[in-house]
């Protein structure tokens, strides 16, 4: 169900966008993709696509509060120099709201056969690279749920010596970037996956036993790639 809103979502964007054109051709009015700071659409729109998809997750929220003020700041609505100061205090917020939800998180019970169907935000840890790279390799320690969020980055997640004991989800968005994600031997994987102009490539072995956890990956891809291993 959370795979076909996404199609309809993006079916519904390019029609409007393809009406917006088609109004220029007839002269019915003056639509223009290019105006100061539309560039920053290529942050907003995913981050905003991943939040109304997946739910409330650190790194669209942080994407979509930077994609913002970096559209204001082109508008000339917010000088660039309180954008600037604002980015303290906005970090300092981020790190305590992440504490917050991250430790509400723990404390919820793990469903026991989590779906591609699962609403809302889903307790787990959150990975987010934008215009850089971030690394994650967990040893010897039991894992649940992730968020992997690459903007204009890449997002690297080693699980080959995690101890996966149930069902999981892990929720892939790369946006001009993209996410690899290494899985052991022991787990089924199964992939939903929302490509534009992007892809999603599943490499991992998965094991053949009845009884083994299954690694659910919702992977979202605009102008990038999610790797599974």
């Not at 101890?163 to 052991?184: H, K, R, W, Y």
């Not at 956890?213 to 605009?222: E, G, R």
Request: proline share 4%; charged share 15%; hydrophobic share 50%.
């Amino acid at each position: 169900m959370k795979n076909r809103r996404a199609d309809w979502i993006w079916g519904v964007a390019f029609i409007l966008l393809g009406v917006g054109f088609a109004g220029n051709a007839f002269g019915i009015w003056d639509f223009n993709l290019f105006f100061d700071g539309w560039w920053t659409l290529f942050l907003i729109v995913p981050c905003v696509f991943s939040i109304i998809t997946s739910g409330f997750h650190t790194g669209p929220v942080v994407g979509l509060i930077v994609g913002v003020m970096l559209l204001l700041s082109a508008q000339g609505i917010v000088d660039w120099n309180i954008f600037r100061k604002l980015i303290l205090p906005a970090v300092f917020v981020l790190i305590g709201l992440q504490i917050l939800l991250s430790n509400r998180g723990k404390r919820q019970e793990q469903p026991a056969s989590p779906a591609f169907e699962t609403n809302g935000r889903m307790p787990g840890d959150e990975y987010f690279a934008a215009f850089g790279a971030r690394k994650a390799a967990i040893n010897n320690e039991t894992f649940h749920n992730a968020n992997a969020t690459a903007v204009f980055g890449s997002v690297e997640l080693d699980l080959r010596n995690a101890l996966i004991n149930e069902d999981i989800i892990i929720s892939a968005t790369a946006v001009f970037g993209g996410v690899e994600i290494f899985l052991p031997s022991d787990v089924k994987v199964q992939v939903a996956s929302t490509p534009i102009f992007g892809g999603v490539s599943n490499k991992a072995a998965g094991s053949q036993a009845v009884n083994a956890p299954t690694v659910y990956v919702k992977a979202i891809c605009m102008f990038g790639g999610v790797d599974i291993k």
